[in-house]
Nanobody, 121 residues
């Protein structure tokens, strides 16, 4: 399966962006999808995940109340709506798919190429 992340860009603090993660090659309806991010000089960190058919979500504390994950299985796409963005949200955002909705990257088998999000102060 191939994942294509898109929707990143430059936005001012307080602004919003909506990221998309489109899958091809195989349906990921039954699979969990997670978003992770990596800022320069930092380790990759968990942002949010959503399970397969039942859509159970889990958020990092940094994302709670500001970010919302959703999925459109008919389009084989997962979205990440990010509101009230802060400069510390600046990072490359990656989507990944795996068997369980975990905050740990090891449980994800396929990764997208990443999309840059830059939040200016």
């Amino acid at each position: 399966v191939q994942l294509q992340a898109s929707g990143g860009g430059l936005v001012q603090a307080g602004g919003s962006l909506k990221l998309s993660c489109a899958a091809s090659g195989r349906s990921f309806t039954s699979y969990a999808v997670g978003w992770f991010r990596q800022a320069p000089g930092k380790e990759r960190e968990f942002v949010v995940t959503i399970s397969g058919r039942d859509g159970i979500t889990g958020y990092a504390d940094s994302a709670k109340g500001r970010f919302t994950i959703s999925r459109d299985n008919a389009k084989n796409t997962v979205y990440l709506q990010m509101n009230s963005l802060k400069p510390e949200d600046t990072a490359v955002y990656y989507c990944a798919t795996g068997t369980i909705p975990s905050p740990r990257p090891i449980y994800y088998n396929y990764w997208g190429q990443g999309t840059q999000v830059t939040v200016s102060s």
